[in-house]
């Protein structure tokens, strides 16, 4: 099942247009990602994890503004060897995707410096959470 956090866009997040800055889009996938790698693996200390992004995409179609609520939404969209991509996306409180994006990740060993395969157990959930989707209507 695809993991749902609700957020509210705070004032360090807003850029002279007042809106939210494209960058700040890059940190709410990184919250839900993290949540979501937590509830899946258990994992809760950050020097023990074994993923590194390899890529991030987002795509914007409507600015966020400053104290506006949305869900963050992340399920995984593939899934490979050593690597899966998770697929993001940012909706208001009344259902309207303000954007889409992915995070290709990668199972790293730190201490081998090397990519490594994606463990059956997490490989297991990730394969019943592709099954189920996102959870949400996605726009065409």
């Not at 995984?76 to 208001?92: E, N, W």
Request: hydrophobic share 40%; glycine share 4%; proline share 4%.
């Amino acid at each position: 099942m695809a993991h749902v956090e609700r957020m509210r866009v705070s004032y360090r997040d807003i850029d002279m247009m007042d809106h939210v800055n494209n960058a700040a889009y890059f940190t709410y996938f990184e919250t839900v990602r993290c949540h979501y790698y937590e509830a899946l693996t258990g994992l809760k200390e950050i020097n023990r994890l074994d993923i590194i992004v390899a890529k991030q995409s987002c795509q914007y179609l409507r600015g966020l503004r400053y104290d506006e609520e949305f869900d963050a939404v992340a399920w995984p969209s593939r899934i490979g060897t050593t690597s899966f991509t998770l697929a993001y996306v940012l909706r208001t409180v009344r259902g309207e995707t303000v954007a889409l994006g992915e995070t290709v990740i990668v199972m790293f060993d730190y201490a081998k410096n090397a990519k490594k395969p994606i463990p059956a157990t997490l490989r297991a959930k990730l394969e019943r959470d592709l099954a189920k989707g996102p959870g949400v209507t996605l726009p065409a």
